[in-house]
């Protein structure tokens, strides 16, 4: 809720920096996978996901679906990761007209070294954060989801904020922080 001359509360403003803080990370530098950018691992992963029950594939527009981008950029990706070794495209076995998409041998194991790299840092953080606030910072996440789905920012009734009037940000803090 503002104030009279429209500025933001106090902990409105100390979310903004604190998701500034999180956005200014470094976060491809973090990509175990080498030579791949941050788009192509997610096709990578979500690939991996889409064929774990279907070896037959994924079609390029189940994916462009999946990850909510236009189908050319889907295509962009898959041309560049078929060139790199990582994918294949087969003919659907039901449909001649169709091709489906899989990892290769080198896309598998560059995906699971993925994996296995981002697990470790979960396990990381949850050792650095502390069960407590690992469980208390998923039930934030999701309810700031849940607070932006319901209509970018708000309830549909409009009369939930981030933070209720007189509330204060939560403040638990098991190791001191």
């Not at 030579?35 to 189940?62: D, H, Q, W, Y």
């Not at 309810?143 to 009734?157: H, I, L, M, P, T």
Request: hydrophobic share 35%; with cysteine; net charge neutral.
């Amino acid at each position: 809720m503002q104030d009279e001359h429209n500025h933001p509360p106090p902990a409105a403003h100390e979310l903004m920096r604190a998701l500034r803080n999180l956005r200014q990370l470094p976060w491809n530098g973090r990509n175990p996978i080498e030579n791949c950018t941050p788009s192509e691992t997610m096709t990578l992963f979500s690939i991996r996901r889409a064929t774990e029950g279907n070896s037959t594939g994924v079609k390029a527009s189940e994916l462009s679906s999946m990850l909510n981008v236009a189908s050319p950029t889907i295509t962009q990706s898959v041309n560049l990761l078929v060139a790199k070794g990582l994918l294949q495209r087969n003919a659907d076995p039901h449909d001649r007209r169709a091709v489906r998409i899989t990892l290769t041998e080198e896309g598998e194991r560059l995906t699971g070294l993925a994996h296995a790299a981002m697990q470790e840092r979960m396990t990381a953080l949850v050792s650095h954060l502390g069960s407590d606030r690992v469980h208390l910072l998923v039930e934030l996440l999701n309810d700031v989801a849940a607070f932006y789905q319901d209509g970018e920012g708000g309830s549909k009734s409009g009369d939930e904020t981030l933070f209720k009037p007189g509330c204060n940000a939560p403040t638990h803090n098991p190791k001191g922080r």
